[in-house]
């Protein structure tokens, strides 16, 4: 592999190798000026998955809020920022909903979900990251896991069955989307929208 592929291996997390290969794959897939986005960074382990296949001109926004929860704590935007220490990097230290209005336009190529795992938190960041994703584009979620993560699994199909994300290959609990529309009422409240959100 290479020296940041070595890293990721020994950076705390629980993102398993032959979910990063599937990562691996989707990057190499994708222009090579893309813009990629992942919402649950940690301590930067499958950050550090994605940058090792990226090429030197695209782009990888992490966002994470550096909360303790559940079995994830100990982990800051200092050290993280250091972790990555990559120009290619940017990180922000806020919820998805705090920085949408800041990533509007960027048009994801691709985008990695793996933050609050509740059906409450998982809708809001699907929602979000479809809203800043480019049709057509890869939607890689983690803890893909009925009997661990129902609420996740629960947003997941709730999409798929509207044809807003189309199923592709999963490795252990990485599963690969699609984003197949971007309808107006994933964010709007209006009744009788069908267009599609603007990127």
Not at 80 to 96: E, I
């Amino acid at each position: 592999m290479n020296d940041r592929w070595d890293r990721a291996l020994l950076t705390d997390g629980f993102f398993a190798e032959d979910e990063a290969e599937l990562v691996r794959d989707e990057v190499r897939r994708l222009p090579k000026d893309a813009t990629l986005l992942e919402v649950g960074s940690y301590r930067g382990r499958s950050s550090q998955f994605i940058l090792s296949s990226m090429t030197e001109e695209q782009e990888l926004v992490c966002i994470d809020t550096f909360r303790s929860a559940a079995s994830y704590g100990g982990h800051s935007y200092a050290d993280l920022r250091d972790t990555l220490n990559d120009s290619r990097a940017t990180v922000l230290p806020m919820s998805l909903r705090a920085a949408f209005r800041h990533l509007r336009g960027k048009g994801f190529s691709l985008a990695l979900i793996d933050a609050d795992h509740s059906y409450a938190g998982a809708v809001e960041d699907l929602c979000l990251v479809i809203a800043l994703a480019a049709s057509d584009s890869t939607l890689l979620c983690h803890d893909v896991d009925e009997e661990l993560f129902p609420g996740g699994v629960a947003a997941i199909e709730s999409l798929v069955t509207r044809h807003v994300l189309e199923t592709g290959p999963q490795v252990g609990t990485l599963g690969s989307f699609t984003v197949r529309g971007r309808p107006t009422w994933l964010l709007d409240p209006g009744v009788f929208r069908d267009e599609e959100l603007p990127i």
